[in-house]
């Protein structure tokens, strides 16, 4: 797995980039795009006709590179043309370069309408729960703790390889909001799952000493609230 992705990091850099987009496909770009906190995977893709792959391999990278270039219109006309015309792997690599550019682009509806799209679009649970964890954070600040909660609630199952994500962001959501015991209970599970990766442990662990402040300062300051408001009367 290690040698693949260097082959294709070194590639990059030199002529030999196409070749290797045509060898490896939309598996290896697509890792490349989307791999966070080192969860690696990419499969279910391995049923591609060479030359459907082919000729979405060329466009994808026409797209990327005229997008790296500055040049949006002629990027956004290749990967729109991928997501009508080209084969389901670089489509839904498509959707996702396009998410990411309307989110670059501060249109954060689009890009939640996009990683919807593309999570819709392929059933492999690494790239589908992955970009449906983004439709969500791309849109944080307009969202309710329900929304958050609703909309994560496929990938916060057992199974889905971003549980531990996507129930840190429900129990943010609820600490956010308000909802205390919630996001209580939720942090409380992710400090004592033994699959929790440590990062997500730990800030889990910062976020139940806030709320046993919060609680704690909001029990002091009932009483002093209560006998003020009895010494009006």
Do not use: C
Not at 68 to 96: H, K
Not at 139 to 149: N, P, R
Not at 189 to 211: E, H, K, M
């Amino acid at each position: 797995m290690a040698d693949i992705f260097q082959e294709v990091d070194e590639a990059i850099n030199q002529d030999r980039f196409k070749q290797q987009m045509r060898k490896y496909g939309p598996w290896v770009v697509g890792a490349a795009l989307l791999i966070v906190g080192g969860v690696a995977g990419w499969e279910g893709w391995s049923a591609l006709t060479k030359r459907a792959a082919a000729e979405s391999s060329d466009q994808f990278i026409v797209a990327q590179t005229a997008f790296e270039d500055g040049d949006t219109d002629l990027a956004n006309v290749g990967f729109e043309t991928l997501i009508l015309d080209g084969e389901s792997g670089y489509r839904t690599l498509a959707l996702l370069r396009q998410a990411a550019i309307s989110q670059e682009a501060g249109d954060a509806a689009a890009a939640a309408a996009l990683y919807v799209e593309a999570a819709d679009s392929i059933s492999d649970p690494v790239i589908a729960d992955l970009a449906r964890l983004k439709s969500v954070w791309v849109q944080w600040d307009t969202l309710s703790y329900a929304d958050i909660e609703l909309r994560l609630a496929p990938v916060a199952t057992p199974g889905s390889p971003y549980i531990h994500l996507a129930r840190e962001s429900q129990a943010a959501a609820a600490l956010r909001d308000g909802a205390l015991d919630p996001a209580e209970s939720t942090y409380l599970w992710l400090t004592t799952n033994f699959d929790t990766p440590q990062g997500v442990r730990i800030r889990a662990q910062r976020a139940l000493a806030i709320l046993e402040q919060m609680r704690t300062e909001a029990a002091a300051g009932a009483p002093a609230e209560t006998a003020g408001d009895g010494g009006n009367e």
